[in-house]
């Protein structure tokens, strides 16, 4: 998030305008971290619910329901990362102000 932060003050900084969307600046921070936090605990989860088991081959099930939540989660980050690169580069090429 720093380096998001870094790019958010120096790229309108070397373009000489505003950031293109404040709001999509919001909509990022909150996807992302929100994506971020459920990753998180969705892989605690499964490697504690897979480390505890003790039942042999069918770990991978047990846990597959919990890693498909990481996916749509880390689904969450990676369109949170396209927002970004979509507004600096608005910013960059001179896109209207919103």
Same mark, same amino acid.
């Given at each position: 998030?720093?380096?998001?932060?870094?790019?958010?003050?120096?790229?309108?900084?070397?373009?000489?305008?505003?950031?293109?969307?404040?709001?999509?600046?919001?909509?990022?921070? @909150?996807?992302?971290?929100?994506?971020?936090?459920?990753? &998180? *605990?969705?892989? $605690? %989860?499964?490697?504690?619910?897979? /480390?505890? @088991?003790?039942?042999?081959?069918?770990?991978?099930?047990? &846990? *597959?329901?919990? $890693? %498909?939540?990481?996916?749509?989660? /880390?689904?969450?980050?990676?369109?949170?990362?396209?927002?970004?690169?979509?507004?600096?580069?608005?910013?960059?090429?001179?896109?209207?102000?919103?």
């Amino acid at each position: 998030m720093a380096i998001f932060a870094a790019l958010y003050y120096v790229v309108p900084r070397l373009a000489n305008r505003q950031i293109y969307s404040v709001r999509l600046v919001r909509i990022h921070f @909150w996807m992302h971290n929100f994506g971020l936090i459920g990753m &998180v *605990s969705f892989f $605690l %989860a499964a490697g504690l619910v897979g /480390g505890l @088991w003790v039942g042999g081959e069918d770990t991978e099930k047990l &846990v *597959s329901h919990l $890693l %498909a939540f990481v996916g749509i989660f /880390g689904t969450l980050v990676l369109t949170a990362n396209i927002i970004w690169g979509y507004n600096l580069y608005k910013t960059a090429s001179g896109g209207g102000n919103k």
